[in-house]
């Protein structure tokens, strides 16, 4: 991003602050902004408005509100206000000290950027601040450099790993004729000078490079414009903030400039912009590297909860309560110059907007933020910590007992923090191998018993095993024998909401139709007693119906699930003070377990037909196959639960993944394997008769 906006605008400044005899100040801004009185007092200085008419929202908004706020900016603030307090719970780290912030809009302006740091600083009306910025937005490379920045810290990495990053797609997809634009600032100017230098050894030629800013008149901007037309350059990296570009995004979709394969830095590749229906037509498919996403536990209903009836004096949240709920909020002591119409009923809630700012599932700059915040309370942890033991000793320095972060275990040693091995369940290791053969075999095997069965359906022992319902199910198996492979790799957000879904829905459909075979044979015994209809009626259309309802209340579960409280990937600590353990947290443990019960509940149903059916006449014996599959079934699942609770680490996904292996092999052996045995091994079994009296 631009340095001489974001090196300090997009900062967490943490100040300590101090008199000092001799440093008066003469003058104070007066700036509105967020203040919570603490121990420690955290800075933060974020563009929650835009001093420019032409800078955007980020996010849509809703009747004539004003489009110079910005959400996300917002969220930045609200995952800072977060994280000290979630921090000033957590009883271990900073044990009797309590963090508080003060929050500043920046408005987008460098000059207001100043302004803000220097109220940060001014804290009091004698003191001598030293300021340490943490950015968690700031990759310009510059800014490494430990002689001209030596307090400067950011978690985010610099745009020097960004430039040789690009330089290397280049290179991958084969270009060696490209352009170039960048915004007239460091983070443009530094960004494009090291891209230079990596593609230069790579064999790459820039045949141009264009200079743009937000700032520029249009007739800079379309020289630019023009310059991009007269080349025959197809693809152009962009090294600019999203606002630098904006104004030639506009001028390339006006022109109706195609056939471009843009480049993107981490600064606009993300933008909302790029998938609106006006710029998709000439900047979709674009190419770039983003920041890495995360799930942050708590966050969302953190989000939800919040409202201007709470913190009537909250600074911009009345704005941000008009932009999200359409409504002008009538606090109390107040008058109201609002028409009626417009005014909020005191009942709206949050909870169920669809707002992309409650989207908590790809938080990237957000999460940045967060770290940023934990980077500072864990500095000030060893700080405080060695304070306080070195008012007791003669020698501070002597202190050798600092708490390590909880990503990192202490060496043997007691005097290192070694970061901790991350683990979950990988295609590599001999469990994941094993899992992934026994889901594929079983796959494979099911798809081939498929094909026989649509080959050989006019045959009486197929005809015998209802070929449609047999076929669904035998679809239903294949799902259900690939459902484990959702369980290995690194869990994210879609895994972690595809594995425990998608093996209840399968299984839901895998035991509805057996429950519909099972009501067919039932059924099929009643049709030989004189007068009975109940078999006639009971056709191919009532299966396909009971198959499809027993299947959809599983839908609604699984629906809810998602809905309320979705699975999420989270990391475990408990299980090992060396090791990190990456999983799938179920969200909602309630629905977890309704969607197993659920499932246990179709099959007891269908375990207690086959079970009365099991002494039918021999030409109705299916119903002892399905009556062994299902045994097999319950006994897997009644004893997973307890093995699933006590089963640590990454083993407790391995416990769940051969169950579901087991029940789907129990399953298909019982029900298919004395079929396939007659079908391929005795074929002059394969008769009317022989079938009726075996």
Not at 381 to 399: I, L, N, T, W
Not at 449 to 464: L, S
Not at 483 to 495: A, K, N, R
Request: positive net charge.
């Amino acid at each position: 991003m631009p340095i001489e906006q974001i090196s300090v605008l997009f900062s967490l400044v943490l100040l300590y602050l101090s008199v000092a005899p001799g440093c008066k100040r003469i003058g104070k801004f007066d700036m509105p902004g967020w203040f919570k009185q603490g121990d420690i007092v955290i800075g933060g200085i974020f563009p929650k408005t835009s001093a420019l008419h032409n800078l955007k929202t980020l996010f849509f908004t809703k009747n004539n509100f004003s489009p110079r706020f910005d959400l996300r900016a917002f969220r930045w603030t609200q995952m800072m206000i977060f994280a000290i307090e979630e921090i000033n719970k957590d009883p271990t780290i900073l044990l009797n000290v309590t963090l508080g912030y003060r929050i500043l809009d920046s408005c987008s302006s460098p000059t207001n950027t100043l302004r803000a740091a220097l109220t940060l600083v001014g804290g009091q009306e004698e003191n001598n601040s030293t300021c340490f910025p943490v950015s968690y937005f700031s990759t310009c490379a510059c800014l490494s450099d430990r002689a001209k920045y030596p307090t400067f810290f950011r978690t985010i990495p610099s745009d020097y790993y960004q430039a040789k990053a690009l330089a290397a797609l280049v290179k991958r997809f084969g270009w060696e004729w490209i352009g170039a634009l960048q915004s007239d600032n460091d983070y443009g100017l530094n960004g494009i000078r090291a891209f230079k230098e990596e593609v230069t050894k790579l064999g790459v030629c820039i045949a141009f490079v264009g200079t743009i800013k937000r700032t520029y008149s249009v007739d800079k901007t379309l020289r630019v414009l023009e310059m991009i037309k007269k080349s025959t350059v197809k693809v152009i990296l962009a090294f600019t903030a999203e606002g630098d570009f904006y104004p030639l995004m506009k001028e390339v979709v006006k022109q109706n400039i195609t056939g471009i394969q843009w480049i993107a830095s981490e600064a606009w590749i993300t933008s909302s912009r790029l998938s609106t229906p006006e710029m998709f037509q000439a900047f979709g498919g674009a190419l770039g590297f983003v920041m890495p996403k995360m799930a942050v536990p708590n966050l969302k209903p953190f989000l939800t909860s919040i409202s201007p009836h709470a913190d009537s004096g909250a600074v911009f949240v009345r704005t941000f309560w008009e932009i999200i709920m359409g409504c002008t909020p009538h606090l109390s002591g107040e008058n109201s110059t609002s028409s009626l119409d417009g005014m909020c009923t005191g009942d709206e809630t949050l909870s169920d907007s669809q707002d992309p700012f409650f989207d908590v599932t790809e938080l990237r700059v957000s999460y940045n933020v967060y770290n940023a915040i934990y980077a500072i309370a864990h500095a000030l942890h060893r700080v405080v910590f060695c304070k306080s033991v070195g008012e007791k000793a003669e020698d501070p320095c002597a202190v050798d007992c600092v708490p390590c972060p909880v990503k990192f275990w202490s060496n043997d040693k007691k005097d290192e923090c070694i970061p901790k091995t991350v683990e979950y369940l990988t295609y590599s290791e001999p469990m994941g191998i094993i899992i992934t053969v026994l889901s594929l075999l079983g796959a494979s095997l099911s798809l081939t018993t498929m094909v026989i069965f649509i080959k050989n359906k006019q045959t009486p022992v197929i005809k015998a095993s209802n070929v449609e319902l047999s076929c669904f199910l035998l679809l239903s198996l294949v799902l259900c024998f690939l459902c484990p492979l959702t369980f290995i790799g690194t869990p994210t957000v879609w895994t972690c909401m595809l594995r425990h879904t998608a093996f209840g829905l399968t299984f839901a459909v895998c035991i509805s139709c057996v429950l519909g075979k099972t009501i067919v044979v039932v059924l099929a015994f009643k049709a030989t007693t004189p007068g009975s209809k109940v078999a006639r009626q009971f056709g191919p259309k009532q299966q396909r119906i009971i198959v499809c309802a027993c299947t959809f209340i599983q839908v609604v579960i699984i629906i809810l699930w998602l809905t309320l409280n979705p699975p999420y990937p989270d990391m475990v600590f408990q299980h090992s003070t060396k090791k990190i353990l990456l999983e799938c947290n179920t969200g909602s443990e309630a629905a977890f377990y309704a969607v197993l019960s659920y499932i246990g509940f179709l099959a007891v149903i269908c375990l207690v037909l086959a079970f009365i059916a099991r002494k039918l006449p021999d030409n109705f014996n299916e119903a002892k196959f399905i009556t062994f599959s299902l045994l097999i079934f319950c006994a897997v699942w009644i004893s997973f639960i307890p093995a699933y609770v006590s089963s640590p680490g990454k083993f407790t996904t391995a416990v769940e993944t051969f169950a579901i292996l087991s029940s789907a092999f129990g399953l298909f052996i019982c029900i298919f394997a004395p079929k396939c045995y007659i079908i391929l091994i005795k074929p002059e079994r394969n008769t009317k008769r022989l079938v009726a009296k075996h």
